[in-house]
């Protein structure tokens, strides 16, 4: 089966331009993830989908960020405007819903905002 | 909240030695636990993951992990490493609630 898809794999941009990640989860999946991922740490957690309910934005930083998961399949995560501080791999995951199911997780989009 | 403590931010092993990762974990509340590795330019994938059933839990690759609660630990360890071992793990712990926090990462490099 295809896993989690995730576009464009790089992207460089200014800062205060805006930016913008796409994500296509594994077909059923109705759990969706947003994580970023700073250089050297572990990935964090910016927002979680039940189908096409943001269930868990708690750590997103919404003066900057937002997200979108329409029709409950693919979803868009935006930055605008972008901060030096935003460069980071930004990684979308899916899963199966249920509790401790395991997380599949796209390649990520390495950010760079100069 | 749940943290994730991993011991260790880079280890180099030999072919065919032992490789043992540390992680330490608090948690609240009966944990999840989790390990996933991440290749170079790839996405992180699940190597073995601890649910509350038997406390030695085996994954792919030949890795298993060992959930100790008295020592809050679920440490990853493989008897023989091979050059493919070479990647970063993450330890991962969730309350079930979802809601995964991952370690820092440690590095594995494997020498000739």
């Known amino acids: 089966e295809a896993g989690v898809v995730q576009s464009p794999r790089y992207k460089i941009i200014e800062k205060k331009q805006p930016v913008a990640f796409w994500c296509n989860p594994i077909s059923g999946h109705n759990t969706l993830y947003w994580y970023r991922q700073n250089l050297g740490q572990g990935p964090e957690l910016l927002i979680r989908?039940?189908?096409?309910?943001?269930?868990?934005d708690s750590q997103l930083p919404k003066d900057r960020f937002s997200a979108e998961r329409l029709k409950g399949v693919d979803s868009t995560l935006k930055i605008q405007p972008a901060e030096l501080g935003d460069s980071a791999v930004y990684l979308c995951a899916s899963s199966s819903t249920g509790l401790g199911e395991k997380l599949f997780f796209g390649s990520g989009t390495q950010l760079s905002v100069l | 909240a749940q943290s994730v403590t991993q011991l260790g931010s880079h280890v180099s092993v030999s072919e065919g030695a032992l490789v043992l990762l540390r992680c330490n974990y608090s948690s609240s509340v009966p944990p999840y636990l989790f390990w996933y590795v991440q290749y170079p330019n790839q996405g992180l994938q699940l190597l073995l993951k601890y649910t509350s059933a038997a406390t030695l839990v085996k994954g792919i690759n030949g890795f298993e992990a060992e959930f100790k609660k008295s020592e809050t630990s679920f440490h990853l360890t493989k008897p023989s490493a091979h050059m493919s071992d070479a990647a970063e793990y993450f330890c991962?712990?969730?309350?079930?609630?979802?809601?995964?926090?991952f370690g820092a990462g440690t590095t594995v490099t494997v020498r000739a």
């Open positions: 991962a712990v969730s309350e079930g609630d979802y809601k995964l926090s």
């Open positions: 989908y039940e189908n096409e309910e943001a269930v868990d």
